[in-house]
T-cell receptor, first 113, second 117 residues
Framework: KQEVTQIPAALSVPEGENLVLNCSFTDSAIYNLQWFRQDPGKGLTSLLLIQSSQREQTSGRLNASLDKSSGRSTLYIAASQPGDSATYLCAGSGNNYGQNFVFGPGTRLSVLP | GAGVSQTPSNKVTEKGKYVELRCDPISGHTALYWYRQSLGQGPEFLIYFQGTGAADDSGLPNDRFFAVRPEGSVSTLKIQRTERGDSAVYLC???????????????FGEGSRLTVL
C-alpha cells in the first residue's frame, strides 16, 4: 500500500525567505505527481503536475522536482509572501496502486509579514 | 462549467439518515474521483469513475457508501444510515484522461462538509 510522508508537518518563516517542502513515497513507482495548495475551509488548488516523462516543473516562484529512483519530491518556493500561507499537499499516482492519486498529510505553511 | 461544482457545500444530518452529495465535473472531463478529508489529514480516496463506470471503488469504507455517474457527467455519492464517523469533507475531482495515459491533472471542487449529529 502506498504511503506518503510530508516533512515538515508545519513551518513558519518570515516573508522573503526561500523554502523547501518535502514529500516521500514508500512505493517509488510514481507515474504522475501533483502538488496542491489548500486554504482553510476550501478545496484543493492545483499548483504543479509532473507527468511521467518529466522530472521537474516550474510556475512563477514555484519549482517542483521528482526523483523517481527514491520516490521523493520537493516543492521550492522562492521569495515567500504572506499570501503563500496555506497547507501544501503532494499526491502521486502509479500503476502499482490503481489509477488514483494518493495524498500526503500536508505541510502547513505560515509566512509572517 | 468552468470548474468542478459540488452541492451542498454544507450538510448537517442526524445519525441514521440518508445523504446524497452531488458533483458536477469540468465539462468534457471523463475521469471523476471522490475523496474524503478529515481535519488535519490529506484526502483519502473513495472511488474513481471513467465515463459511466466505476473503475475503482476500493476506497469505499463499507456498503453504506455508493456512488453513481449514470450519464458520464454528474456524479452522486450516496451514504445510507449515516454514522457520526462519516463526518468529514467530501471532495470531488475531475480529470481529462487522454487515451493510454494513467492519470491526468486533478481539479477539485470546494467540497461538501458533512456533519452527522
Amino acid at each position: 500500500k502506498q504511503e506518503v510522508t510530508q516533512i515538515p508537518a508545519a513551518l513558519s518563516v518570515p516573508e522573503g525567505e526561500n523554502l523547501v517542502l518535502n514529500c516521500s513515497f514508500t512505493d517509488s513507482a510514481i507515474y504522475n505527481l501533483q502538488w496542491f495548495r489548500q486554504d482553510p475551509g476550501k478545496g484543493l488548488t492545483s499548483l504543479l503536475l509532473i507527468q511521467s516523462s518529466q522530472r521537474e516543473q516550474t510556475s512563477g516562484r514555484l519549482n517542483a522536482s521528482l526523483d523517481k529512483s527514491s520516490g521523493r519530491s520537493t516543492l521550492y518556493i522562492a521569495a515567500s509572501q504572506p499570501g503563500d500561507s496555506a497547507t501544501y499537499l503532494c499526491a502521486g499516482s502509479g500503476n502499482n496502486y490503481g489509477q488514483n492519486f494518493v495524498f500526503g498529510p500536508g505541510t502547513r505553511l505560515s509566512v509572517l509579514p | 462549467g468552468a470548474g468542478v461544482s459540488q452541492t451542498p457545500s454544507n450538510k448537517v444530518t442526524e445519525k441514521g439518515k440518508y445523504v446524497e452529495l452531488r458533483c458536477d465535473p469540468i465539462s468534457g472531463h471523463t475521469a471523476l474521483y471522490w475523496y474524503r478529508q478529515s481535519l488535519g489529514q490529506g484526502p483519502e480516496f473513495l472511488i474513481y469513475f471513467q465515463g459511466t463506470g466505476a473503475a475503482d471503488d476500493s476506497g469505499l469504507p463499507n456498503d453504506r457508501f455508493f456512488a453513481v455517474r449514470p450519464e458520464g457527467s454528474v456524479s452522486t455519492l450516496k451514504i445510507q444510515r449515516t454514522e457520526r464517523g462519516d463526518s468529514a469533507v467530501y471532495l470531488c475531482a475531475s480529470s481529462s484522461f487522454p487515451s493510454g495515459a494513467s492519470t491526468g491533472e486533478l481539479f477539485f471542487g470546494e467540497g461538501s462538509r458533512l456533519t452527522v449529529l
